[in-house]
């Protein structure tokens, strides 16, 4: 039997997500909620004692549907199934990140008695500037978190009342450009963009659109740019990378990397995707020696299977 005070937690999450519901069902000892926005939000007040195959069913049930899976307990999934799980597609807001979404929505403490007391912000801010922070920071996060449905929906609110506010005019056409729309994330970025051209997030949004669009050489233009502009910037160049690895552009996409102006040697993420590079242009034994490096230097298993996934057929720089 789930505990009515959580129950009553997922409930109020819901409304604050402005989400429709189509069924609830509790299932032993969780509570699976599917929305007619295309979600499926698994509940649960603890990950512990659920094994993996609890967890890889509610996942295939949903995504059998259509629905982007979201899990969410106030305790750690244990970190012996996490990476399975986050290998199903599943998106983990779990531990902290559960916390942090609760304390967002200012839940009652009866309503979630795991939390810390609430302490009260410093400063004298205006309630609206509060409210547009507090709401840009969510919405960043579900889209850090792989939900852009949900980051969506709250980029909308802060511009119904903010038309002019470029972080959330960004925001918004990354969550849309996830959503594979990209035709209205091209109109978001050139939107912001007349508002302040030299604003480097849209650029780079830009020209990820006209690339998610159907048209890669004008993506690698706009990156080319930014490169020329900013030359010592790595996050800018890797944008170039990657496009060009996506057209299997692999001796110019080491090139690219290679013409880095900097002396020091490259973050362990910029050495990982310079031994994807060299593993498809056959130079093997330099691949193995630079992929090797980049994980003594610190570069996280994790860290390495997103940088392998965006090198993978079809993956784009979104």
Known sequence: MLDERFVGAARRLLDAFDQRLVAARPVGAALLVRTREGLLFIFAPSATGIPLERWTDWIGDGQREGATVVILTPDPIPPEIRPAIAARGARLV????????????????????????????????????????AGEERAD?????????????????????KPEYRPALNGRGWALLALGRAGEAHVAFARSLELEPEDLDA???????????????????????????????????????????????WAAALKALDERPSPSRPI???????????DRLGRKAEADQERARALRDGLSPQDAAAIQAQMAPGAGTV
């Open 141 to 161: 996060r579900w889209l850090a978190w792989g939900v852009p449905v949900l980051a969506l929906q709250v980029y909308d609110r802060i511009l119904e009342e």
């Open 94 to 133: 779990d531990a902290e990140r559960f916390r942090w979404l609760i304390r967002q929505f200012d839940l009652e403490s009866e309503w979630a008695p795991w939390l810390p007391d609430r302490s009260e912000p410093a400063g004298a801010s205006l309630p609206t500037a509060r409210a547009t922070v």
């Open 268 to 278: 362990p993420a910029l050495g990982y995707l310079r031994a994807e590079l060299l």
């Open 203 to 249: 650029r780079v949004g830009f020209a990820a659109a006209r690339g998610a669009a159907g048209d890669p050489d004008g993506e690698q233009a706009e990156y080319r740019r930014l490169v020329q502009t900013y030359p010592d910037r790595d996050d800018l160049r890797v944008h170039l990378v990657v496009a060009l690895a996506a057209g299997r552009e």
